[in-house]
């Protein structure tokens, strides 16, 4: 599954190729079609374990920071991972792109990935008190979607300082805190 993930993180929904994966984790290609009989079901499989990694991350955020206003100023760093680890793109963030050549099982996990980011973000946004309740969700939206754009921005030009930049540009105007 950790292959798999590292796979479409780099190359999408056509990166999970089983004869490559059997080869990176150094068993047979037979092996994988055993517990995954398709790529669609090792991707669905794939995708759902991202999104939930990524929504027990996000709680682990909150809990670690020092309240809500900190944990929405380390948000962005959820997404920096990937790009720290070989320039690598938000999984669903990657299948996203290719949506209309995913199988419905993999579209809506990739559906979830987003739907868990902008509760997350609208929920802490609700508790830092910085919006009223009728705007938390549109400015959760927001902030997923320039985040998750800057992430791809920078991964199309290996260019870490550039996701930074973006991030501290979305701080300046008010759509992240400070």
Sequence with gaps: MEAAKLAAQAHGYNGLNFRDLAEHVGIRPASIYHHFPSKSLLAEAVAKRYWEDHAAALERLLAESSGPVEALRRYPETFRWALENENRMCLSGF???????????????????????????????????????AESEP??????????GAQLMARSRSDLALYDALIDSYRSVGLLPS
């Excluded at 400015?139 to 998750?148: K, L």
């Design 95 to 133: 299948m996203a792109a290719e949506y209309d050549d995913l199988p419905g099982p993999v579209k809506r996990e990739v559906q979830t990935f987003a739907d868990i980011n902008v509760a997350w973000l609208s929920k802490v946004l609700g508790a830092a008190k910085l919006v009223d309740a």
């Design 139 to 148: 400015r959760a939206r927001a902030i997923f979607a320039a985040v998750a």
